[in-house]
């Protein structure tokens, strides 16, 4: 069941993505070859604790740490840990942010020095991809519609879409109704409607689509071993568009009513 969002939880969520967005320019800051994945989800960490939230994660179906980590051919849900990120890798960073019993939820792949062309075309085209996505969650579109406008991007520029995970609605749960997968399915899924709010996020693998879980029981990795990309906001559909709640931009609240 879809659960639509009021003006207060929409404002709840958009403190909480706040907070998450402020995060996410400390990792840009501190970023860099040398660091390790447990040093990150520590400044991560007590970003958030003083700001009255906490890590969404730490603890979510056992989920050991505050945040994800995902270097190179990992894909997702990567533990932070002893890993020394170096230059020419990319790093996936998920964060999610609880503040008053909601959550916000949003992702974004760094690169480190200088990369590889093919891994900084995949990088790009998997931000672009997300941005293609949120355009399109619109009311009266369905979600197949945001699907279509990720898949579209992704294998248009020769890239896989992975199958196994998909975006989610989310609330006071971190994963709730809707399921918003990354490809076209035969049923287009929910028509999108006023105050539903959403994580969008494509995974986007260089070759291929298939990927398998790491004997950790989280770290998600692509099959083939070659990189993967993945970029997530929340936001909510409003009348007037979709509205980022995890980004810096400012929000006219007229809209939301
Ligand atoms: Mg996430
Ligand atoms: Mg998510």
Known sequence: MVILKTKEEIATIR???????????????????GITTEEIDLIVENYIIEHDATPSFKGFQGFPRSICTSVGSQVVHGIPGDRVLKAGEIVSIDIGVNKNGYHSDSAKTFVLGDVDDEVRRLVDVTEKALYLGIAEATVGNNIGDISRAIQTH??????????????????RSLHEDPKVPNFVERDPGPELEKGMVLAIEPMINMEEVDVLTEQDGWTIVTKDGKPSAHFEHTIVILETGPKILTNGTSINWEDII
Do not use: D
Not at 22 to 28: I, N, T
């Open 15 to 33: 403190e909480a993505g706040k907070i998450l967005y402020g995060a996410m320019q400390l990792v840009e800051e501190k970023i860099q070859p």
């Open 154 to 171: 992704a294998e248009s520029n020769g890239f896989a879409v992975v199958r196994q995970l998909v975006g989610h609605g989310l609330g």
